[in-house]
């Protein structure tokens, strides 16, 4: 990717992102995720120069080889992809800014159980499937408020910091947006016990997300084009 495109797809984002919260409020702050997930570490290299510094990735064996690639820049790398248990002793090795995709009670154990071997603290989102795909990984919503409650008092190597969820997969978009107010309900609920992001919107809906109250979003393919 040359310097130019980073530079101006960035800038096309951050306008775009721009436009959406001062709809909602000045006070609103949206942070853009940049997902790499099918990209290089030189073509992330070129938007961290663009003034990137947020990334993330969906494999734990890809966060690992582009983040020890990039380990010279101070980037913020974040985990967004389905997690085997196999795998979770790796991820915590890569002290991850933000794992987005704890998707059931059982893996929040399991993950609680090897941060507390090697005596880690991690930030985590809660992932819900707010649109109830069968294709899609994350708690149900009706389940979503039980489980986070649960995690924070049986996972306290765990902090939970909101949650984060996959706008549904459909062309009608007042059902995308349902997805999202699904998602926003549960994460204002869940304010009160801490949570701070309501991660949301990727590439083809950041703005609708927004617009429903998303303050994270993950957009890969119109940053690295
Ligand atoms: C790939 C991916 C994204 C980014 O998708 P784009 O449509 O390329 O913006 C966001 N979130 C998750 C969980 C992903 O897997």
Redesign the pocket.
């Known amino acids: 990717m040359k310097k130019e495109t980073a530079v101006s797809n960035l800038d096309k984002v951050i306008t775009q992102v721009e436009g959406a919260r001062l709809n909602i409020s000045e006070h609103h702050i949206v942070k853009i ?1 940049g ?1 790499s ?2 990209s290089e570490s030189i073509d992330i290299s070129t938007l961290y120069h663009a003034g990137q510094r947020a990334f ?1 990735e ?1 494999k734990v064996q890809d966060l690992k080889l582009k983040s020890e690639e990039l380990s010279e820049f101070p980037l913020e790398w974040h985990f ?2 389905r997690l085997q248990k196999n795998k979770i002793n790796n991820l915590i090795d890569l002290n991850p800014t933000l794992v ?2 704890i998707d059931s009670l059982e893996l929040a154990q399991e993950f609680n159980k090897k941060l507390q071997v090697k005596n880690k603290k991690i930030s985590c989102l809660l ?1 819900i499937n707010s649109a109830k795909e069968d294709t899609k990984s994350g708690v149900m919503p009706e389940d979503a408020i039980n489980i986070y409650k649960n995690i924070i008092e049986t996972c306290p190597n765990i902090k939970l910091k909101g949650v ?1 969820s ?1 706008g549904a997969h459909v062309e009608d978009r007042n059902i995308v947006k349902d997805s999202f107010k699904t998602t926003k309900k549960i994460y204002d609920e869940l304010v009160p016990f801490g949570a701070k992001y309501c ?1 949301m919107g ?3 809906d ?1 703005e609708l997300a927004i617009s429903c109250g998303s303050n994270m979003i ?7 084009k």
Request: aromatic share 12%; no cysteine; hydrophobic share 45%.
């Open positions: 995720i997902i997930k099918y993330g969906n967004v992809g987005q995709s992932q984060m996959i991660s990727m590439s083809s950041f993950r957009v890969g393919s119109l940053l690295f």
